[in-house]
Protein backbone atom coordinates (compact mmCIF):
# COMPACT_ATOMS: atom_id res chain seq x y z
CA UNK A 1 0.00 0.00 0.00
CA UNK A 2 2.93 2.45 0.38
CA UNK A 3 4.43 2.04 -2.71
CA UNK A 4 0.98 2.58 -4.32
CA UNK A 5 0.54 5.97 -2.40
CA UNK A 6 4.20 6.84 -3.24
CA UNK A 7 3.40 6.04 -6.84
CA UNK A 8 0.26 7.95 -6.75
CA UNK A 9 2.29 11.02 -5.39
CA UNK A 10 5.31 10.95 -7.53
CA UNK A 11 2.71 11.17 -10.32
CA UNK A 12 0.81 14.42 -8.94
CA UNK A 13 4.42 15.73 -8.22
CA UNK A 14 5.08 15.15 -11.35
CA UNK A 15 2.01 16.99 -13.20
CA UNK A 16 2.59 19.69 -11.04
CA UNK A 17 6.34 20.11 -12.02
CA UNK A 18 6.04 19.95 -15.74
CA UNK A 19 3.03 22.37 -15.45
CA UNK A 20 5.02 24.48 -13.46
CA UNK A 21 7.63 24.23 -16.38
CA UNK A 22 5.53 25.04 -19.38
CA UNK A 23 4.36 27.94 -17.08
CA UNK A 24 7.62 28.87 -16.65
CA UNK A 25 6.92 29.43 -13.31
CA UNK A 26 10.05 28.57 -11.26
CA UNK A 27 9.73 28.12 -7.45
CA UNK A 28 11.82 30.75 -5.50
CA UNK A 29 15.10 29.48 -3.92
CA UNK A 30 15.73 29.35 -0.32
CA UNK A 31 17.83 32.45 0.47
CA UNK A 32 18.05 32.17 4.25
CA UNK A 33 19.96 30.44 6.92
CA UNK A 34 18.51 30.51 10.13
CA UNK A 35 14.61 30.61 11.20
CA UNK A 36 13.26 31.84 14.57
CA UNK A 37 9.83 32.60 16.13
CA UNK A 38 10.44 35.05 18.59
CA UNK A 39 8.60 37.90 20.51
CA UNK A 40 8.90 41.31 17.87
CA UNK A 41 9.67 44.86 19.29
CA UNK A 42 6.55 46.09 21.39
CA UNK A 43 3.49 44.59 19.39
CA UNK A 44 1.49 42.20 20.20
CA UNK A 45 2.43 38.79 19.30
CA UNK A 46 5.28 36.88 17.59
CA UNK A 47 6.76 36.59 14.68
CA UNK A 48 8.67 34.13 12.15
CA UNK A 49 12.42 35.56 11.44
CA UNK A 50 14.46 34.44 8.77
CA UNK A 51 18.11 35.03 9.08
CA UNK A 52 16.90 38.21 11.71
CA UNK A 53 14.55 39.59 9.14
CA UNK A 54 10.71 39.34 9.54
CA UNK A 55 8.42 37.29 7.20
CA UNK A 56 5.65 39.36 5.57
CA UNK A 57 2.82 37.84 3.89
CA UNK A 58 2.16 38.54 0.17
CA UNK A 59 -0.05 41.27 0.63
CA UNK A 60 3.02 42.74 2.65
CA UNK A 61 1.62 42.95 5.77
CA UNK A 62 3.43 41.39 8.75
CA UNK A 63 2.88 38.01 9.87
CA UNK A 64 2.03 39.09 13.10
CA UNK A 65 0.58 35.47 15.07
CA UNK A 66 -1.13 35.33 18.38
CA UNK A 67 0.70 32.82 19.72
CA UNK A 68 4.28 31.65 19.88
CA UNK A 69 3.02 27.98 19.66
CA UNK A 70 1.82 28.94 16.04
CA UNK A 71 4.80 31.26 15.31
CA UNK A 72 6.86 27.84 15.97
CA UNK A 73 4.54 25.88 13.81
CA UNK A 74 5.35 28.41 10.63
CA UNK A 75 9.01 28.54 11.28
CA UNK A 76 8.76 24.31 11.35
CA UNK A 77 7.61 24.78 7.57
CA UNK A 78 10.32 27.55 6.80
CA UNK A 79 12.78 24.98 8.14
CA UNK A 80 11.77 22.28 6.00
CA UNK A 81 12.18 23.48 2.39
CA UNK A 82 15.20 22.48 0.99
CA UNK A 83 16.62 24.45 -2.15
CA UNK A 84 13.26 25.87 -2.77
CA UNK A 85 10.70 27.28 -1.27
CA UNK A 86 7.17 25.25 -1.92
CA UNK A 87 3.81 26.87 -0.49
CA UNK A 88 2.34 24.46 -1.19
CA UNK A 89 3.54 21.88 1.62
CA UNK A 90 3.31 25.20 3.56
CA UNK A 91 -0.06 25.29 5.17
CA UNK A 92 0.10 26.53 8.21
CA UNK A 93 1.53 29.08 6.28
CA UNK A 94 -0.80 29.81 3.88
CA UNK A 95 -3.80 29.72 6.61
CA UNK A 96 -2.09 32.40 8.25
CA UNK A 97 -1.35 35.03 5.17
CA UNK A 98 -4.96 34.07 4.76
CA UNK A 99 -5.87 35.22 8.60
CA UNK A 100 -3.86 38.42 8.07
CA UNK A 101 -4.72 39.18 4.21
CA UNK A 102 -8.33 38.90 4.24
CA UNK A 103 -10.07 37.66 7.18
CA UNK A 104 -8.22 39.57 10.09
CA UNK A 105 -10.28 42.74 8.95
CA UNK A 106 -13.50 41.22 8.94
CA UNK A 107 -14.10 37.72 9.94
CA UNK A 108 -18.09 37.86 9.36
CA UNK A 109 -17.81 36.22 5.61
CA UNK A 110 -16.33 33.24 7.59
CA UNK A 111 -18.63 32.65 9.62
CA UNK A 112 -21.50 33.34 7.28
CA UNK A 113 -19.86 30.90 4.63
CA UNK A 114 -19.60 28.12 8.07
CA UNK A 115 -23.44 28.66 8.66
CA UNK A 116 -24.45 27.76 4.65
CA UNK A 117 -22.48 24.56 5.26
CA UNK A 118 -24.42 24.22 8.19
CA UNK A 119 -27.94 24.35 6.48
CA UNK A 120 -26.75 21.61 3.94
CA UNK A 121 -24.80 19.78 6.07
CA UNK A 122 -24.34 16.31 4.85
CA UNK A 123 -25.02 14.59 7.79
CA UNK A 124 -28.22 15.27 6.64
CA UNK A 125 -28.67 13.66 4.13
CA UNK A 126 -28.93 9.87 3.95
CA UNK A 127 -28.90 6.99 1.32
CA UNK A 128 -32.13 4.95 0.17
CA UNK A 129 -29.99 2.27 -1.00
CA UNK A 130 -28.32 -0.20 -0.26
CA UNK A 131 -29.65 -0.47 2.67
CA UNK A 132 -26.02 -1.15 4.67
CA UNK A 133 -24.91 2.18 3.83
CA UNK A 134 -28.05 3.65 5.06
CA UNK A 135 -27.46 1.94 8.52
CA UNK A 136 -23.73 2.47 8.47
CA UNK A 137 -25.00 6.27 8.19
CA UNK A 138 -27.16 6.43 11.19
CA UNK A 139 -25.01 4.03 13.05
CA UNK A 140 -21.77 6.92 12.98
CA UNK A 141 -23.60 9.94 12.35
CA UNK A 142 -26.24 10.03 14.76
CA UNK A 143 -24.27 10.30 17.62
CA UNK A 144 -22.80 13.14 16.67
CA UNK A 145 -26.31 15.16 15.73
CA UNK A 146 -27.06 13.79 19.51
CA UNK A 147 -23.71 15.94 20.23
CA UNK A 148 -25.13 19.19 18.53
CA UNK A 149 -28.73 18.78 20.12
CA UNK A 150 -27.27 18.02 23.90
CA UNK A 151 -24.13 20.78 23.42
CA UNK A 152 -25.01 23.60 20.92
CA UNK A 153 -29.35 23.04 21.67
CA UNK A 154 -29.66 22.77 17.81
CA UNK A 155 -32.22 20.10 16.19
CA UNK A 156 -31.89 19.18 12.80
CA UNK A 157 -33.87 17.38 10.67
CA UNK A 158 -32.42 14.65 8.51
CA UNK A 159 -33.94 12.96 5.23
CA UNK A 160 -33.45 10.07 2.46
CA UNK A 161 -32.11 11.13 -0.90
CA UNK A 162 -30.33 14.46 -2.25
CA UNK A 163 -33.68 16.78 -2.46
CA UNK A 164 -32.56 20.19 -0.61
CA UNK A 165 -34.01 19.55 3.25
CA UNK A 166 -34.91 23.21 4.81
CA UNK A 167 -33.83 23.32 8.47
CA UNK A 168 -35.54 24.92 11.08
CA UNK A 169 -34.20 28.72 12.05
CA UNK A 170 -33.82 27.95 15.30
CA UNK A 171 -30.91 25.03 14.48
CA UNK A 172 -29.20 27.27 12.41
CA UNK A 173 -29.16 30.37 15.22
CA UNK A 174 -28.06 28.03 17.64
CA UNK A 175 -24.85 27.09 15.99
CA UNK A 176 -24.33 30.61 14.68
CA UNK A 177 -24.93 31.63 18.23
CA UNK A 178 -22.22 28.70 19.33
CA UNK A 179 -19.66 30.09 17.00
CA UNK A 180 -18.95 33.23 19.01
CA UNK A 181 -16.85 31.11 21.59
CA UNK A 182 -14.28 31.44 18.63
CA UNK A 183 -13.16 34.55 18.85
CA UNK A 184 -9.98 34.71 16.99
CA UNK A 185 -9.85 34.98 13.37
CA UNK A 186 -7.32 32.57 12.91
CA UNK A 187 -9.45 29.67 15.14
CA UNK A 188 -12.37 30.60 12.46
CA UNK A 189 -10.23 29.96 9.45
CA UNK A 190 -8.95 26.73 10.69
CA UNK A 191 -12.27 25.72 11.63
CA UNK A 192 -13.66 27.19 8.28
CA UNK A 193 -10.96 24.98 6.18
CA UNK A 194 -11.89 21.81 8.47
CA UNK A 195 -15.89 22.43 7.40
CA UNK A 196 -14.81 22.87 3.83
CA UNK A 197 -12.22 19.93 3.36
CA UNK A 198 -14.86 17.55 5.46
CA UNK A 199 -17.77 18.95 3.66
CA UNK A 200 -19.64 19.06 7.35
CA UNK A 201 -19.65 22.14 9.73
CA UNK A 202 -21.22 20.00 12.72
CA UNK A 203 -17.80 17.78 12.08
CA UNK A 204 -15.21 20.99 12.05
CA UNK A 205 -17.19 21.65 15.12
CA UNK A 206 -16.76 18.03 16.75
CA UNK A 207 -13.21 17.77 15.97
CA UNK A 208 -12.54 21.68 17.59
CA UNK A 209 -14.27 20.86 20.71
CA UNK A 210 -12.69 17.58 21.36
CA UNK A 211 -16.03 15.74 21.19
CA UNK A 212 -14.08 13.37 18.32
CA UNK A 213 -10.41 13.70 16.85
CA UNK A 214 -9.43 14.07 13.80
CA UNK A 215 -9.22 10.14 12.61
CA UNK A 216 -13.01 9.44 13.61
CA UNK A 217 -13.77 13.07 12.06
CA UNK A 218 -11.94 11.60 9.13
CA UNK A 219 -13.76 8.66 8.51
CA UNK A 220 -17.01 10.50 9.44
CA UNK A 221 -16.76 13.10 6.33
CA UNK A 222 -15.63 9.90 4.04
CA UNK A 223 -18.16 7.20 5.25
CA UNK A 224 -19.46 7.23 1.52
CA UNK A 225 -16.39 7.47 -0.04
CA UNK A 226 -15.27 4.31 1.89
CA UNK A 227 -18.22 2.38 1.26
CA UNK A 228 -18.06 2.57 -2.36
CA UNK A 229 -14.26 1.93 -2.38
CA UNK A 230 -15.52 -1.29 0.10
CA UNK A 231 -17.60 -2.18 -3.77
CA UNK A 232 -15.93 -1.48 -6.52
CA UNK A 233 -12.07 -0.90 -5.59
CA UNK A 234 -10.17 2.47 -4.57
CA UNK A 235 -9.40 4.82 -7.35
CA UNK A 236 -5.48 5.35 -6.66
CA UNK A 237 -5.38 9.45 -7.74
CA UNK A 238 -8.70 10.15 -5.78
CA UNK A 239 -6.38 8.02 -2.67
CA UNK A 240 -3.73 10.45 -3.48
CA UNK A 241 -5.60 13.54 -3.30
CA UNK A 242 -7.33 12.68 -0.42
CA UNK A 243 -4.43 12.22 1.63
CA UNK A 244 -3.41 15.99 0.32
CA UNK A 245 -6.31 16.62 1.64
CA UNK A 246 -6.28 15.24 5.04
CA UNK A 247 -2.41 16.90 5.43
CA UNK A 248 -4.13 20.20 5.14
CA UNK A 249 -6.99 19.13 7.58
CA UNK A 250 -3.95 18.36 10.24
CA UNK A 251 -2.46 21.61 9.46
CA UNK A 252 -5.93 23.40 10.39
CA UNK A 253 -6.09 21.52 13.58
CA UNK A 254 -2.68 22.04 14.68
CA UNK A 255 -3.75 25.41 14.27
CA UNK A 256 -7.16 25.29 16.53
CA UNK A 257 -4.37 23.96 18.93
CA UNK A 258 -2.08 26.94 18.72
CA UNK A 259 -5.13 29.27 19.67
Known sequence: ??????????????????????MKIPLPKR???????????????FAVLLDGSRVMTPALRPLNLPTKALADLIADEFRLQR?????????????????????????????????????????????????????????QWNPLLDWVEREIGAYFVIGEG?????????????VSLYL????SPFALAALHAITTLTGSALIALGIATGEID????????????????????????AMAHRSYRKNEMHAAVAVLATI
Open 1 to 22: MHDIFTDAMNRIADSARKVREQ
Open 31 to 45: FYKEVSAAPYGYEDG
Open 83 to 139: EVIDRALMPVTRLANTVIDGIVDDSQPIVEDILRFVATDMLFYRAVSPRKLAIRQNE
Open 162 to 174: VMHIEQPYEAVLA
Open 180 to 183: RRFT
Open 214 to 237: IAKGWRLAYLDEDWTAEQWGQDIE
